[in-house]
């Protein structure tokens, strides 16, 4: 992609996500978008067609953050090692947290974590496909499950549901995803 082409996206991007957070609730208009960014309305209109694919931009732009985290500690040759995911999340959130917690908050943005959840899965799919002896449907039922599972506790914590230390969250939902509700040294007899 030209650069002058990823730099507008990347401005129209940062610009939607800053109004979005300043004005809460408030509409945002192409116009302001526009200005806010420091292109012209039509310039908007070249890169997407919609606020809501700006969102889907955003999610996919997070989206390789997490994926360029989980390649620098090496999570694609040995995915099974889990605590490095919630670690790069936690990482990856821990600067914009307000952020996350706002779009976590507000309706309008939920599909934000469906985009988020639907790139996950299908990376985990690509990622786990050579290194499983399941058949494809079974392993995009098992991506299913944990990803939505660790998109649902993520979402809660942001909203305030649980009220633990985000390295907790990470440490709990690690440990859960390697020994399920049964975790050993915690059945009662």
Not at 107 to 133: G, L
Request: hydrophobic share 40%.
């Amino acid at each position: 992609m030209d650069k002058r082409v990823s730099k507008t996206r990347d401005a129209i991007i940062d610009a939607y996500l800053e109004l979005i957070y300043e004005k809460k609730d408030q509409k945002i208009t192409i116009s302001e978008l526009a200005h806010r960014a420091n292109i012209a309305r039509k310039t908007f209109y070249l890169h997407y067609e919609t606020l809501e694919d700006i969102m889907r931009a955003a999610a996919h732009r997070k989206i390789d953050e997490l994926l360029h985290l989980l390649e620098k500690k090496r999570f694609f040759s040995n995915p099974f090692e889990v605590d490095v995911l919630f670690q790069c999340l936690n990482q990856l959130m821990e600067p914009d947290i307000e952020f996350y917690r706002f779009i976590s908050r507000e309706n309008p943005y939920a599909f934000f974590w469906s985009e988020v959840k639907r790139i996950i899965i299908e990376t985990t799919v690509e990622v786990y496909q050579d290194k499983v002896d399941f058949p494809a449907q079974e392993l995009r039922l098992y991506a299913e499950y944990f990803v939505s599972g660790v998109i649902a506790v993520y979402v809660a914590w942001l909203r305030g549901e649980l009220t633990l230390p985000l390295s907790e969250l990470a440490r709990i939902s690690g440990e859960a995803t390697s020994h399920g509700i049964r975790k050993p040294e915690k059945l009662k007899e």
